[in-house]
Nanobody, 118 residues
Framework: QVQLVESGGGLVQAGGSLRLSCVASGSIININRMGWYRQAPGKRRDVVAFITGGGTTTYADSVKGRFTISRDNAKSTVYLQMNSLKPEDTAVYYC????????????WGQGTQVTVSS
């Protein structure tokens, strides 16, 4: 089984930057796609960005041009570089991995809190 651990969240002012990290362990050879989702209080958990094993990236419209997802296969880690942060980016950010033989929703990390103040 795959396990995911997120880190890098914190409190920043609007316009600042953070880099989130997600380290995968376990059956990492079975990971086909990794991504980031976020959930604010009272809101649905929505996709932020994801990256395939071949390096193809996809972003939500709300973060295009500000966030960048990348992965380091040697370290089994996916990153989310967040620039020009806005208060509406405040949420718990979750790492997700879709694996071979797994469910369509994949597996999830425990989340890391990102708070952007104005």
């Amino acid at each position: 089984q795959v396990q995911l651990v997120e880190s890098g969240g914190g409190l920043v002012q609007a316009g600042g930057s953070l880099r989130l990290s997600c380290v995968a362990s376990g059956s990492i050879i079975n990971i086909n796609r990794m991504g980031w989702y976020r959930q604010a209080p009272g809101k649905r958990r929505d996709v932020v960005a994801f990256i395939t094993g071949g390096g193809t990236t996809t972003y939500a419209d709300s973060v295009k041009g500000r966030f960048t997802i990348s992965r380091d296969n040697a370290k089994s880690t996916v990153y989310l570089q967040m620039n020009s942060l806005k208060p509406e980016d405040t949420a718990v950010y979750y790492c997700n991995a879709i694996t071979t033989w797994g469910t369509p929703d994949g597996v999830w990390g425990q989340g890391t809190q990102v708070t952007v103040s104005s």
